[in-house]
């Protein structure tokens, strides 16, 4: 139970200080265009979209909570993802410009892995209660090894983080082809077979 107790507190330490760097704030909080503050009321800082978890298809299910679903996160410089990773399903590597990410292992277990700048991997095999925290623009990825369901929070230290999935980013976006196979040292038939996957 203390060491709960203690796990939460330096959650909500570590939170308050992404907080805080983010945002200097003035005790205030920015209100949308069009809306009268006058008639604001509890409901405006209530996000109820995650009470029906995750949208159930293929691979990771997620649900985003920044600026543009929640626009009482305007000016605060945080905003959330839920993420449900069934057996065998992979968050392909990917970036957050705009933000850091801390995300917690609410259950089942999970492979995570970050990269910096030259190279290096640093990984770890995630289990509920964990937490891991991806640096603002560095690759990442997490995948579900296991048997069982995964389901993770991950906060981010942006009210609009963003996200560039790294496989669709390079290979979809129109890249000239030989830039591709010469960067990547690959042969053309191989570019067009992971093309064609991507595009599904």
Same mark, same amino acid.
């Given at each position: 139970?203390?060491?709960?107790?203690?796990?939460?507190?330096?959650?909500?330490?570590?939170?308050?200080?992404?907080?805080?760097?983010?945002?200097? $704030?003035?005790?205030?909080?920015?209100?949308?265009?069009?809306?009268?503050? &006058?008639?604001?009321?509890?409901?405006?800082? %209530?996000? %109820?979209?995650?009470? /029906?978890?995750?949208?159930?298809?293929?691979?990771?299910?997620?649900? %985003?909570?920044?600026?543009?679903?929640?626009?009482?996160?305007?000016?605060?410089?945080?905003?959330?993802?839920?993420?449900?990773?069934?057996?065998?399903?992979?968050?392909?590597?990917?970036?957050?410009?705009?933000?850091?990410?801390?995300?917690?292992?609410?259950?089942?277990?999970? *492979?995570?892995?970050?990269?910096?700048?030259?190279?290096?991997?640093?990984?770890?095999?995630?289990?509920?209660?964990?937490?891991?925290?991806?640096?603002?623009?560095? *690759?990442?990825?997490?995948?579900?090894? $296991?048997?069982?369901?995964?389901?993770?929070?991950?906060?981010?230290?942006?009210?609009?983080?963003? *996200? *560039?999935?790294?496989?669709? &980013?390079?290979?979809?976006?129109?890249?000239?082809?030989?830039?591709?196979?010469?960067?990547?040292?690959?042969?053309?038939?191989?570019?067009?077979?992971?093309?064609?996957?991507?595009? /599904?």
């Amino acid at each position: 139970m203390a060491n709960s107790l203690a796990l939460v507190a330096g959650l909500a330490l570590l939170f308050l200080a992404i907080v805080r760097a983010q945002d200097a $704030g003035s005790g205030n909080f920015n209100v949308p265009n069009g809306i009268d503050r &006058n008639k604001i009321d509890g409901s405006y800082f %209530t996000f %109820t979209g995650l009470r /029906n978890g995750v949208p159930a298809k293929n691979g990771v299910g997620l649900k %985003t909570v920044s600026v543009t679903e929640f626009p009482a996160l305007d000016g605060m410089g945080v905003s959330m993802e839920l993420l449900e990773f069934p057996a065998g399903a992979v968050n392909a590597p990917h970036n957050h410009p705009r933000g850091a990410e801390m995300l917690y292992l609410a259950e089942g277990s999970l *492979t995570v892995g970050t990269t910096d700048s030259n190279g290096k991997l640093y990984k770890s095999l995630l289990q509920k209660g964990d937490v891991f925290a991806f640096p603002q623009g560095l *690759t990442h990825y997490q995948a579900n090894f $296991g048997t069982q369901r995964a389901v993770g929070l991950a906060a981010f230290g942006s009210s609009k983080a963003g *996200t *560039t999935l790294l496989p669709k &980013n390079i290979f979809v976006s129109n890249i000239p082809d030989n830039v591709l196979t010469t960067s990547f040292n690959i042969p053309a038939p191989i570019l067009q077979k992971i093309k064609a996957g991507l595009k /599904n």
